[in-house]
Nanobody, 124 residues
């Protein structure tokens, strides 16, 4: 089992920045691909970004150039740095861990473990 706890959400004005963190405990963190997904009110959960065990990133087109993802395997933590935030980035952000095949890192069902989510609200 892997337990994931997100933090760092909050209220920010458009154009601002936030950094989300996801702390993992339990089984070996290092081998997992870590993903971030988000769900806005009334919408389905969607992929945001993922990072493989050795640091290879993948981003949704909607966040490319604005968000970065990184991980610290020594601290069992993954980060999502969000910049140039827009009101449409408002959502609950979820951290996930899994072993997806390369082209499926953006697929929700490829992830086995999920955090409880952290709210990000971007005001206009």
């Amino acid at each position: 089992q892997v337990q994931l706890v997100e933090s760092g959400g909050g209220l920010v004005q458009a154009g601002g920045s936030l950094r989300l963190s996801c702390a993992a405990t339990g089984r070996t963190f290092t081998f997992y691909t870590m993903g971030w997904f988000r769900q806005a009110p009334g919408e389905e959960r969607e992929f945001v970004a993922a990072i493989t065990w050795n640091g290879g990133p993948t981003f949704a087109d909607s966040v490319k150039g604005r968000f970065t993802i990184s991980r610290d395997n020594a601290k069992n933590t993954v980060f999502l740095q969000m910049s140039s935030l827009k009101p449409e980035d408002t959502a609950v952000y979820y951290c996930a861990a899994g072993l997806p095949y390369g082209s499926r890192r953006n697929v929700e069902n490829e992830y086995n473990y999920w955090g409880q989510g952290t709210q990000v609200t971007v005001s206009s």
